[in-house]
């Protein structure tokens, strides 16, 4: 995938998550139950602690480290979510969506500062198995904001 293609999808599944709670009250984004346990405000936490790794990945492989982030540690998704979500679930709700609306800027400067070639190399670190930094940043972000997109729109036609 060209580096423009990915920008502009970072760019429409935030716009696209984004309309998912549109006109929400604070007591709705703050309701618990709406993924599980979560609330909509510990789905956004959720997702901002995702793309923070991710961004860390895209900043260390851009200064040429072996990356520490969630993607390279034997740690399972499960165990990791819940100890963000036990980091998170007091931050008040203001707190998270300000960094929500602010994280993807970051994001796409990081995807910017790396070359396509890079991004799409397959074996630039084995422990990634053959999949590209495209794939990664795929995965951890537009996919997940269209997961937990789906759940939300789900719960929001269930309580109508």
Same mark, same amino acid.
């Given at each position: 995938?060209?580096?423009?293609?990915?920008?502009?999808?970072?760019?429409?599944?935030?716009?696209g998550f984004l309309g998912a709670i549109e006109g929400l009250s604070e007591d709705q984004l703050t309701h618990s139950g709406v993924c599980g346990e979560w609330s909509i405000k510990d789905v956004l936490a959720h997702l901002l602690m995702w793309e923070?790794?991710?961004?860390?990945?895209?900043?260390?492989?851009?200064?040429?480290?072996?990356?520490?982030?969630?993607?390279?540690?034997?740690?399972?998704?499960?165990?990791?979510?819940?100890?963000?979500?036990?980091?998170?679930?007091?931050?008040?709700? =203001?707190?998270?969506?300000?960094?929500?609306?602010?994280?993807?800027?970051?994001?796409?400067?990081?995807? =910017?500062?790396?070359?396509?070639?890079?991004?799409?190399?397959?074996?630039?670190?084995?422990?990634?198995?053959?999949?590209?930094?495209?794939?990664?940043?795929?995965?951890?972000?537009?996919?997940?904001?269209?997961?937990?997109?789906? =759940?939300?729109?789900?719960?929001?036609?269930?309580?109508?």
């Amino acid at each position: 995938m060209n580096k423009k293609d990915l920008i502009n999808l970072l760019e429409s599944s935030r716009e696209g998550f984004l309309g998912a709670i549109e006109g929400l009250s604070e007591d709705q984004l703050t309701h618990s139950g709406v993924c599980g346990e979560w609330s909509i405000k510990d789905v956004l936490a959720h997702l901002l602690m995702w793309e923070a790794e991710t961004i860390k990945l895209l900043f260390q492989v851009g200064q040429g480290k072996v990356p520490t982030t969630i993607h390279h540690r034997s740690v399972s998704d499960d165990v990791q979510n819940e100890l963000w979500y036990q980091q998170t679930k007091n931050r008040p709700l =203001q707190a998270v969506l300000d960094d929500f609306h602010a994280i993807r800027t970051q994001t796409i400067r990081q995807v =910017q500062a790396i070359s396509e070639d890079r991004l799409n190399n397959s074996t630039l670190f084995p422990r990634l198995k053959g999949k590209t930094l495209t794939i990664l940043i795929l995965r951890s972000i537009p996919e997940h904001d269209h997961e937990h997109r789906a =759940q939300i729109e789900a719960w929001r036609i269930q309580k109508n």
